[in-house]
């Protein structure tokens, strides 16, 4: 049935002379009025209406009736976010449309909860959004909005939790509806031209807000006064914590006779009292800090509550602190089909998003895509990535993505349990390993608690990661590097010290100018030479993790921008060999080497071989492992299988000088 809108259209205007064709097209005009309101618009109809108010809908051109908004929890139309065939959501950012907003049509989306229409340019007054009243989220930033909010625009929106209207044009006042939002949480209004006070905002849910750059005055109200002074700059007339300019109050009116000793009295009292008090809660509060730090004495982080069931680990710095308080806030969007985390493997523990930002948290370190957490649940202790670099991946592609890796299954493959998708930012959750990564392991300071690799135990990594990626060359024959980013921060150590691979085959899902910034496989020689990377890229990866595990040293290439062969870890090795100091290249603290020494050469030569600058004369992966498995550890006690490793390894590096290097024969641990 074609929309009522639509159909409205087609009616052209009557002959006034003809008394006939005057009646009919009465006759007509009134079915049609009752046809459009009577019969229940679809969501389909509702959209396309929107559509067409729009001033330029380019960038929504599958939006048409030859295909369903949703299909169950799939949306078919870009922007929409869809639930059991139901719209919740409008996610229309970073489109360039532009034109008036017209809220009284998305009036039918009776389950709408989020409505973003960020980055883009819009124009006219503020939407009146009231006609939403189930709306949880309102993203209106970076458009061209502007005129005064009236003081009731978001009168009764008791579910709206998110408001965000930073760089428009807006003015007049705060509207004081705002503050009677009960389950408010974050406020962005910064970069507009609000004039007036501040209000009191008195609801403890309201965590993240922003004033900056507006023309406000007068004191910060006592409810907003612990916040950060940065919310607040760009407003030249605010006084009053916590900003340094002290308030000038005005001069007091005159009292009734015999009343001003009274207040004075009572006035000092009531400061004599206050001070008690902020003296008691400082006391409290030194007490509270030094019992934890005596209970705790690891680099804990603490959750701070952000509503009743949700939230996030503090920092030591106030603003690294606020920062990632709004971070974790906005990735805490409305209940969509997507606020759950998403389990890859049966047999695990189920538990949901809002278990794991109850708990507490450990950081455990800021990588190049992201922070990890380590969590610690009813199910066990999680590892939690966030990775900020695949914001430009679609929401099928990326579903499908990840089960494609939750189907993979290797002992030496670290499985993924579990992901959390949102357009901004996606969370990765695997099991935590105690052992920790394989980098802290060989570049820590060595204890008698920690003490260095011995050789078996540096084999058996070698040994386990090479297996694993073989098994992502067996799996993932489509992806040009199955791995991507090997190095030895991304393999862990499970408690009997077998290598796990981690952040493996992600390059589909980063986006590629970080990729070409961050990831191993883009440092790799031929990537500068011709701005491509292989298959043979991955083993180039391998190569050099096997040259760092032996040698302990950490390869300086992984820090510069791109491949640089004074800096890279093979350059180092083969120069050492050439100058006949083979045996100065392991490290010196590795134990267990008396009765391997033809082996750790063999891995050497192993790992030169991976490492050469031409990818053509690499060896391929299979044959990689297949020389590793031939290993035999522990039996090299015929002095002449020795020797010919030694001569190999000359050979292969000066290319064809076969001179035996006699330091070999004094390394003996």
């Known amino acids: 049935m074609l929309r009522g809108a639509h159909i409205a259209r087609l009616v052209r205007t009557p002959n006034p002379n003809s008394l006939t064709l005057l009646l009919l097209f009465s006759l007509v005009s009134s079915s049609l009025i009752v046809v459009s309101f009577a019969g229940k618009e679809t ?42 065939n139901t719209i919740w959501g409008l ?8 034109g008036m907003v017209n809220m009284e049509i998305l009036v039918g989306l009776r389950k709408i909860r989020t409505l973003s229409l960020m980055n883009n340019n819009f124009e006219g007054t503020m939407p009146n959004i009231r006609k939403l009243s189930s709306l949880r989220n309102l993203y209106l930033s970076n458009n061209r909005f502007s005129g005064e909010i009236p003081d009731d625009a978001f009168q009764g929106m008791r579910s709206l ?66 916040q950060g002074p940065n919310i607040f700059s760009g407003n030249k007339n605010l006084c009053g914590p916590p900003l340094k300019v002290v308030c000038t109050t005005p001069p007091p009116s005159p009292s009734p006779a015999g009343t001003e000793g009274k207040q004075k009295s009572a ?3 009531a400061l004599i009292v206050v001070s008690i008090l902020l003296l008691l809660v400082v006391i409290a509060a030194i007490v509270l800090i030094l019992s934890r730090r005596k209970q705790n004495p690891k680099t804990i982080v603490e959750m701070e509550s952000l509503d009743d069931s949700n939230k996030l680990p503090t920092y030591d710095n106030e603003s690294e602190k606020k920062a990632a308080a709004a971070e974790v806030t906005a990735m805490m969007s409305s209940k969509r089909s997507d606020q759950k985390l998403i389990f890859l493997k049966d047999d695990i523990e189920v538990f949901d998003l809002q278990d794991m930002l109850r708990a507490s948290a450990e950081v455990l370190g800021s990588g190049n895509f992201g922070a990890s957490y380590k969590a610690d649940i009813s199910a066990g202790a999680v590892v939690v990535k966030r990775y900020k670099q695949m914001n430009n991946v679609g929401r099928e592609d990326f579903h ?51 003490p260095s690799l011995d050789w078996p135990t540096r084999l058996k990594i070698i040994k386990g990661v090479s297996r694993g990626l073989n098994y992502l060359y067996t799996e993932l024959p489509s992806l040009v590097v199955p791995h991507g980013h090997l190095k030895s921060s991304n393999v862990l150590l499970d408690e009997n010290f077998e290598p796990l691979l981690c952040d493996y085959a992600l390059r589909p899902v980063i986006n590629q100018e970080r990729a070409h910034m961050l990831m191993t496989a883009y440092k790799s020689p031929e990537y500068v030479t011709s701005g491509r ?75 030169l071989s991976c490492c050469e600058e031409d990818p053509e004369t690499r060896p ?27 001569g190999e390894i000359n050979a292969y590096v000066t290319r064809g000088n076969t001179d035996q290097d006699e330091s070999f024969y004094s390394y003996d641990r």
């Open 533 to 607: 990377i292989s298959k043979k890229t991955d083993v180039w990866s391998l190569g050099i993790l096997i040259l760092e595990v032996i040698t302990g040293k950490f390869p300086e290439n992984y820090l510069t921008p791109n491949y640089d062969s004074s800096t890279s870890l093979a350059t180092w090795v083969n120069e050492m060999v050439k100058e006949k100091k083979s045996g100065e290249v392991f490290e010196k603290e590795m134990a267990g080497t008396k009765n391997s020494k033809g082996e750790m050469f063999e891995v050497l030569k192993i790992g």
């Open 91 to 98: 996610q229309l950012e970073n489109m360039g449309l532009s």
């Open 43 to 84: 969501e389909t109809d509702i959209l396309l209406t929107f559509k067409d108010s729009l001033a330029n809908p380019y960038a929504l051109s599958n939006w048409n009736e030859s295909i369903q908004p949703c299909t169950k929890n799939r949306a078919n139309w870009m922007g929409v976010v869809c639930i059991n």
């Open 620 to 646: 391929e992966m299979k044959e990689v492992v297949q020389k590793i498995e031939e290993l035999r550890e522990g039996d090299e006690d015929n002095i002449e299988d020795f020797s010919s490793t030694l």
């Open 161 to 226: 939790r998110k408001v965000l209207l930073a760089n428009n044009g807006f003015t007049g006042k705060i509207p004081l509806s705002l503050t009677t939002l009960p389950r408010l949480m974050m406020l962005r209004l910064e970069v507009n031209q609000f004039v007036g006070q501040i209000p009191e905002f008195k609801e403890k849910s309201l965590k993240v807000v922003n004033f900056a750059s507006n023309q406000l005055e007068g004191p910060i109200p006592a409810s907003l006064s612990k």
């Open 400 to 450: 499908e993505h990840m089960r494609r890796l939750g189907r993979l299954n290797h002992p030496n493959l670290l499985p993924l349990m579990a992901y959390y998708y949102r357009k901004e930012e996606k969370l990765l959750v695997a099991k935590f390993m105690e052992n920790g990564s394989l980098a802290s392991h060989l570049h820590a300071n060595h204890t008698l608690e920690q």
């Open 267 to 269: 006035l000092t009292i």
